[in-house]
């Protein structure tokens, strides 16, 4: 016992350091966390009953632990639970509104993306006099919908959620091509439909002046025309070469143009990723001699793109393609490698029946 008594006392006493580390590594990483949430943090009930089944154990060292609430705060849900009676009050101190109308302030938030006054608005419409701005606000932040002056203006994402369908965004890239008189840049103009991620590439050119954006415009259209849902509005930036022309071009077609804001280009995001994903992974493996060599290159990856290249926005399938059958496995037998691009890009594909 004079041996092991001194061996588990160090043992017993390093655990406690350890855990005394623990502790407080876990306090800083709460009070950092904690300070980039400003203002009050409305807690669910089922939220209330882990902490108190945690915080019981604790004793009276909960209270150097907990941020979110004050100790007060944690002792009056002891006690609500201890009497055995439900919390009867929100967390401003008024009366909670009854289900029915907590829901149905809930349901017009989310359907209408309208702010307090809005909301109150429709509620007095339907009859409901008993609820004030200050309880519909709380009722929004309990269930996380943050308040902000801008809840009652549309979003860009409810913008392209709406008309994805039909809504094309536009850009241009260029690429130094090796010509006879040396290097060139040489511009393209890309289209991407928004619902399905296809690309429509143009023919290449030195000088992307109003005629030629017009040209490609009309080819563009042309090669839409016949669709179930045709291009009806075209998305772009403020490049000078979207002349009136070009907008015109548009709108003889009855296509809409909507030019993007100024130093905005996380707008028109998912046309510039198409054009880094080919360059990356494409045109940055190849020295371009001239416009034809360009063409076929950026025809050739579009193709791949279009029909084989997977899409995390397209349920990691290609943007234009058939949802192949689900199977458990398959035998290597039944899968071939294709290549694309010269043989510079491979997609693993079914072997036909």
Known sequence: MKIYHPLLALIASSLESELAQYVQYLKQENKILRARIPGQIHTTVPEREK????GKPIGRAIEELMTIVKPATYYRWLREEK?????????????RKPREIRELVLQIARTTNFGYTR????????????????????????????PGPDRTTDTWNNFIERHKETLWACD????????TRGLRDTYVLVWLCMATREVIASTSTEHPNSAWVV?????????????????????HDRDTKYSKEFTQALKNRGVRANPLPKASPNLNGRCERFIETIKLECLAKFVVFGKRHLEYLVAEFVDYYNHHRSHMERDHLPP??????????????????????????????????
């Open 51 to 54: 902490l108190l089944k945690l």
């Open 83 to 95: 009497s055995g009676k439900p919390p009867i009050k929100n967390p401003k101190g008024g009366q």
């Open 119 to 146: 909301i109150i608005g429709e509620l007095r419409k339907l009859g409901i006099k008993s609820i004030s701005r200050q309880t519909v606000r709380n009722i929004l932040k309990e269930e996380g919908i943050e």
């Open 172 to 179: 241009f890239f260029s690429v130094k091509a090796v010509t």
């Open 215 to 235: 040209n490609q415009t009309a080819r563009f259209l042309d090669e839409t025309a016949g669709r179930e849902h045709r291009p009806e509005i075209v998305i």
């Open 320 to 353: 234009i393609r058939e949802i192949p059958d689900e199977v458990e496995k398959l035998s290597s037998d039944q899968i071939e490698v294709k290549s694309y691009v010269g043989g510079l890009v491979k997609s693993f594909e079914r072997k036909a029946a």
